[in-house]
């Protein structure tokens, strides 16, 4: 199936294979789906592929994740201040989040708290 079809059931700009490969789903310019309840009132949704719950992400996406934010600040699709949010899930996934906190823009609350 088209990811970037109209009617996409992928609510994520990009997604982040353990191969560091970055898929597109809704792209730069969607915004993501209000379906979400968010704090952020703009921002892009990135997608880790994998379960995370027992295992970290590999390296690749670690690393593709840093590019992918530098080229969307370079790129004028984030602002050079942004705040990198995680999502609740009914299964934590620890060590995606132990690797997150250690980008600088890093926060420690979740994009959908109460």
């Not at 109209?6 to 353990?18: A, D, M, Q, R």
């Not at 250690?102 to 708290?113: G, I, L, M, R």
Request: aromatic share 12%; net charge neutral.
């Amino acid at each position: 199936a088209n990811a970037t079809a109209v009617n996409s059931t992928l609510p994520y700009n990009f997604l982040i294979s353990s191969n560091g490969q970055t898929y597109e789903a809704l792209g730069w310019l969607k915004c993501i789906p209000q379906a979400t309840k968010t704090t952020m009132p703009t921002g892009l949704l990135l997608a880790f592929i994998g379960n995370f719950t027992e295992t970290p992400p590999t390296r690749p996406q670690v690393q593709e994740a840093k590019n992918f934010f530098d080229t969307s600040v370079s790129q004028q699709y984030l602002h050079p201040s942004y705040r990198i949010f995680g999502k609740n899930t009914n299964d934590t996934p620890t060590h995606l989040i132990d690797s997150l906190k250690t980008f600088p823009q890093w926060s420690s609350e979740f994009s959908d708290k109460n």
